[in-house]
């Protein structure tokens, strides 16, 4: 705060001091300055000389500066999992503020600061650590970012035909090696298909060219009851 003029009453000319050393003030005016001062309680003493026959005068008034609160906050690895545990917040500076968050849907302690990812809203949140205005201080807030992800549901790809097994999932928020995000694979072990089709999973369909090894047909092809046959060549005698 700015400097604090004395309320003085009665004779004036007196010289002003204080105890013990630390505080910042003017012994001509008894005027402190807080800003350059340090943080502590004083005595602060205004005297009178003797004089005309008059003892030395003595009053005293108590002074107490206060040191601003500053802080910081933030939290290690965010954006964070719906499946992780409890995350607890990084404070430096002051103690004894509060937690809160906006907007709503992040579950997060007032006192401690931790949060709780699981049982949180996926989202992007603002995290405000506050302290109360007291001692002269006015309140301190300073704020930090917190992204919550929920996990998705992933596929095996086993075949790597870039479609997932419905049978064999997981959950995670990042993608894991060798899943996608689809269900769509009829077919998880056939690397060709995604559907059984005609002839099933693991087995070329009717019109797909094949080889029933006769030398006596051509163009090959599957039926349409999934066998291989060609068309047989016809010889002049």
Known sequence: ISPVSVNRTGTSGGAYSASPSGLSISSSTGTITPGSSNAGTYTVTYSIAAGGGCAQVQTTASVMITAAPSATISYAGSPFCTSISPVSANRTGTSGG???ASPSGLSISGSTGTITPGSSNAGTYTVTYTIAAAGGCAQMQTTTSVTITAQTTWYADTDV???GDPASSISACAQPPGYVANANDG??????KTSPGVCGCGNAEPGTACNDNNVNTINDVITANCTCAGTPTNFDC
């Open 161 to 163: 035909d870039g479609s």
């Open 187 to 192: 077919c998880p072990a056939d690397a060709l």
């Open 98 to 100: 509060n937690y809160s």
